[in-house]
Every structure is written in C-alpha cells, then in structure tokens.
C-alpha cells in the first residue's frame, strides 16, 4: 500500500547499506526520494535507476558531511530540488571505527562526531524552514548506544547522543506537528559490517540475538519507512530497537 505517496524524502548515506534500503523502501511507499551521497556516486546512480526503473521518482545529491559547513550545503541543494516543502528526513549516513581506547585517536573521535552528531544536528536545523506539520524525522542510533559490542566505545557515544538528540529534538519540534524517532540497529551484514563477514563474527552475532539469522538493510529500511509514514502518527520521541532482540 502506497501510503507515503505525494511525499518527498531526503536520505542521507543512500548509496548503499541501510541507507539504499531506506531510500527504496521509502520509494516503494510512494514517495520522490532525494539520494544523497558523498563518494559513491556509481552507487547512487544505481539506487536512482532503481527507484525509476520500478515507476518512481528519485533524485541524487552530493555533499560531503564531514565538513563543517557540508549539512549546510546539502540542506541548499535540497531545497533547491524540493522548493518550499520537505516531509521526510531520514539522516543515516554515519561511519564507525573499531578500537580500544588505547588506540582511539583524536582524529578518529572528531571524525566520528562530525559525520554522526554534527552532520544530522545541522541538517535538521537547516531544514527546518522546509518541513512542516505532518514531517518525520528519522535519525539512525545503533545497538551498541546501549549495550557494549565489540571496541567501540567512540562510536558508541555518537549513538548515545543521537538518541539524545531525538528526545530533545521531539520536544522542541512537537508543537510544530514535527515527529522526531530513530531505530537503533544491532549487527547488519553491510560493507561496513566486516564483522559479519567471518565465521567467528557471526557465530558471535548470532550469540546474542533472540532471532536467530543475520539481519539484512531491508530489515531495517522497512522499520525507518514504517516511522517515516502515518502509520507511526502517534509516535515521537522513541528509539525503536531493530535487531532481532540482541542483548536482551
């Protein structure tokens, strides 16, 4: 059922993984996409051919968030595409860093805030002017915000911002009819999950999920469309956990 249709949708970190899956689920709701991208243009490409090969409507854009004023310019860009109104912000795009603290260096940290926190931070505040009663935001936390996987404390606390930020964001933006939630993955066989790719990994993945098989992006691309769509009208403010019951 196509319940997101008339919509137009930005997704940051489109190219591949979780964010690819979002932007296609998204579409397949119905709504235009906005593919953003920042080195995978060959795989943008690929998402946009997608969406418009099944009947929809997408559209790429470039910008580098580790730059401080990147949201800023991909926020200009969007709204030079979009004109006066955007109603979906699905801010995935992040990296991670696996290391103990020992060998996490400052480079690292400040790498990963800047893509994690910094960059979605000001992609809200500089789309705030295009969204309106009845947008979403989606923002992307991680498993290990609440649970230690792995060496990853540094990433682990750009997660745990994150999810502070959706309970603040919700509040101040609620009186505008604005939502605000985030799903929280746990282990996603991805390119960035190099975990999964050994038989220890997943043996280990698998030990401490409920469910018991590898997740795959559209597990988690469905649950970011199911928040982006009015069938989560009455929820804000949340960190919805999609990961087969890890940790529990």
């Not at 800023?72 to 795009?93: K, S, T």
């Amino acid at each position: 059922m196509n319940n997101l249709t008339g919509k137009t949708a930005l997704v940051t970190g489109a190219s591949r993984g979780i964010g690819r899956a979002s932007a296609l689920a998204l579409a397949r709701a119905g709504a235009q996409v906005l593919v953003h991208y920042s080195s995978g243009e060959k795989e943008a490409d690929a998402v946009v051919e997608e969406i418009r090969a099944a009947g929809g409507v997408a559209q790429k854009i470039p910008a580098n968030l580790r730059d401080a004023d990147g949201p800023h310019r991909l926020a200009e860009r969007v709204r030079e595409v979009i004109g006066h109104r955007l109603d979906i912000l699905v801010a995935n795009a992040g990296v991670s860093k696996a290391a103990s603290i020992e060998e996490t260096t400052v480079e690292d940290f400040d790498n990963l805030f800047a893509v994690n926190v910094r960059a979605p931070y000001f992609l809200v505040q500089q789309l705030l002017p295009v969204m309106c009663k009845g947008s979403s935001i989606v923002l992307l936390s991680s498993l290990a915000a609440r649970a230690a996987v792995g060496t990853l404390s540094a990433y682990a606390a750009t997660k745990g911002a994150v999810d502070t930020l959706v309970t603040h964001f919700a509040s101040m933006l609620g009186e505008r009819g604005i939502r605000v939630n985030a799903v929280a993955p746990g282990v996603v066989e991805t390119d960035m999950s190099n975990f999964t790719k050994t038989d220890a990994g997943r043996a280990a993945t698998l030990g401490m999920q409920a469910l018991q098989r590898l997740a795959q992006p559209d597990d988690i691309g469905d649950a970011v469309a199911f928040l982006a769509s009015d069938a989560a009208r009455w929820i804000t403010g949340e960190t919805l956990r999609v990961d087969g019951g890890s940790k529990l």
